[in-house]
C-alpha cells in the first residue's frame, strides 16, 4: 500500500502541475476586475475567480447576520450563506498563522485536501477493485476537466476529502469515524444527504449478517449514531443559517437566487437545460428530454450492471443517491461539471475494474486515453468557464 500511496501521490500532483501551467497561460487572457485580481493578472488570481471570491469573502468577512434584499425584486440577493464554512474559515486560521494572503493559503489547501483525497480514494477503491484499477482511476479522476477546481479557491477539494475518508469507514464499518465525518461534511459542501442513503444501506446490511457475525450493543449504537449524524449534516448548515439571521428560510432563499426566477424546482430545470443544450438543432424540445433520459440510463446501468459488481453495494448506492439528489435540487448549469467530481466509482467501472470475474482490459490504454481526453477538457473547462469574458459573462 505504501507503493500505492507514493504512485497516487506521484500521479496526481503531475497532474496538477498540468492544471497550474494552463492556469498560468490563461491568466494572459483574464482580463483585470477590481473584485477578483489586483492591478494586474497573475497565475495566484486565477484561484480566486467566481466562487473563490465568494469564499475570499466569508475568509475576510464572515457571514451577514441580516439576509441582504434585492431592491428590484424584492427577494433575498446573492450572500455567502449559499457557500459552506469549513474551508474558508480554516483558510482564515492558516492566513493568520502564516501571515499569507487568501489566494495563497487557500489554493496551497486545496491542493493539499485533493492529494489526500486521491490518496484515500486510492486506498478505498483498492479494497474494492485491485491497486492497477485503482491508481488508474485516481489518474482519470485527477485529469477530469474539472479537477481543475481541486487547486483553486473552491471547496471541492476539501469535500472530496472529506467524502472519501466517510465512504471508507462506512464500507469498513468504522461507525464511529463515519458519524464524525458525516458532520463535517456537513459543514463543507451540499452534498451530505445522499450520505443518509449509504449509510443506511450499510447498517441494512450489517443487521442481514447479524446471525453470522453478532452484533453487539456498542455497536448498535454506534450504527445508530452514525445514521442520526448523517441525518443532522444533511440539515446542519441551513439550521446555522437559521440560527445566525433568525430566518428559517435563510439558506434555501440564499440558494433560490443564483435559480433562473428566483425560486427552487425540483427537476424542472434539468429539462430546461437540456432543451437548451440542443437549442442550436431542430427538435430541441425533442432531443433536449432524450438526451436527458440517456445520462439518467448510461448512470444507472454503469451503477447496476454485473460490470460494477466488485463496487459493493455501498458506493453502488452513492452513485445512484448522490445523481438523484443533484437530479432534485441542482440547477444543472456550468457547475455541473464540479459536481460530477465526486461520482469517483464510476471511473473504475469505466475502466473494466468493476467485473467479478474478469480482470481489466486493456487497462492502461483506456486510462491514456481518458487522461488526454482529460486534460483537453481541463483546456475548455478553463477558457470557456473559468476566464472572465465580458461583457458576455455575468459580472461579479
Known amino acids: 500500500m505504501r507503493t500505492l500511496t507514493a504512485r497516487v501521490a506521484v500521479t496526481y500532483l503531475g497532474l496538477r502541475a498540468v492544471s497550474a501551467l494552463l492556469l498560468l497561460l490563461a491568466s494572459r487572457d483574464q482580463v483585470v476586475m477590481p ?19 465568494w469564499y475570499r469573502e466569508v475568509a475576510l468577512h464572515g457571514y451577514p447576520t441580516h439576509l441582504p434584499i434585492d431592491p428590484g425584486s424584492g427577494h433575498v440577493a446573492q450572500n455567502a450563506w449559499a457557500f ?22 487557500a489554493s496551497t489547501l486545496a491542493l493539499l485536501c485533493g492529494l489526500g483525497a486521491a490518496v484515500i480514494m486510492a486506498r478505498l477503491l483498492a479494497d474494492r477493485v485491485g491497486p492497477a484499477v485503482a491508481l488508474g482511476s485516481v489518474a482519470v479522476w485527477a485529469a477530469f476537466p474539472a479537477s481543475v477546481s481541486l487547486q483553486l479557491a473552491y471547496t471541492e477539494s476539501m469535500a472530496m476529502l472529506v467524502l472519501c475518508g466517510l465512504l471508507w469507514a462506512v464500507v469498513r464499518r468504522s461507525w464511529g469515524v463515519a458519524a464524525g465525518l458525516a458532520l463535517v461534511l456537513g459543514l463543507t459542501r451540499p452534498i451530505a444527504v445522499p450520505v443518509v442513503a449509504v449509510v443506511a444501506v450499510a447498517a441494512w446490511l450489517r443487521w442481514r449478517s447479524r446471525e453470522r457475525e453478532p452484533v453487539s450493543r456498542g455497536e448498535y449504537l454506534a450504527i445508530a449514531t452514525a445514521l442520526a449524524s ?11 443559517a437559521w440560527y445566525v439571521t433568525g430566518s428559517r428560510t435563510a439558506y434555501t432563499d440564499t440558494m433560490a437566487s443564483w435559480r433562473v426566477g428566483g425560486r427552487i424546482e425540483p427537476l424542472k430545470p434539468w429539462l430546461g437545460m437540456s432543451q437548451w443544450a440542443f437549442r442550436d438543432f431542430d427538435g430541441a424540445a425533442v432531443f433536449g428530454p432524450v438526451g436527458l433520459a440517456a445520462l439518467a440510463t448510461t448512470i444507472v446501468v454503469l451503477t447496476c450492471g454485473p460490470w460494477a459488481t466488485r463496487l ?21 448549469f456550468t457547475s455541473i461539471f464540479r459536481y460530477a ?36 477538457g481541463q483546456a475548455a473547462w478553463i477558457w470557456k468557464l473559468l476566464v472572465y469574458h465580458p461583457p458576455s459573462d455575468y459580472p461579479p
Open 312 to 332: 459493493g453495494p455501498e458506493l453502488r448506492t452513492w452513485c445512484l443517491a448522490y445523481p438523484a439528489y443533484l437530479a432534485v435540487v441542482l440547477d444543472p
Open 230 to 240: 448523517s441525518c443532522v449534516a444533511a440539515v446542519l448548515w441551513p439550521l446555522v
Open 84 to 105: 459552506y464554512p469549513l474551508f474558508p474559515l480554516l483558510s482564515r486560521v492558516l492566513m493568520g498563522v502564516t501571515g499569507l494572503g487568501f489566494p495563497a493559503v
Open 35 to 53: 473584485d477578483w485580481t489586483g492591478p494586474s493578472v497573475e497565475f495566484i488570481d486565477m484561484t480566486v475567480l467566481w466562487d473563490g471570491s
Open 341 to 376: 467530481l465526486p461520482l469517483f466509482p464510476l471511473v473504475a467501472v469505466v475502466l473494466g475494474g468493476g467485473w467479478l470475474t474478469r480482470t481489466a482490459r486493456w487497462l492502461w490504454v483506456r486510462v491514456g486515453v481518458l487522461v488526454a481526453l482529460g486534460v483537453v
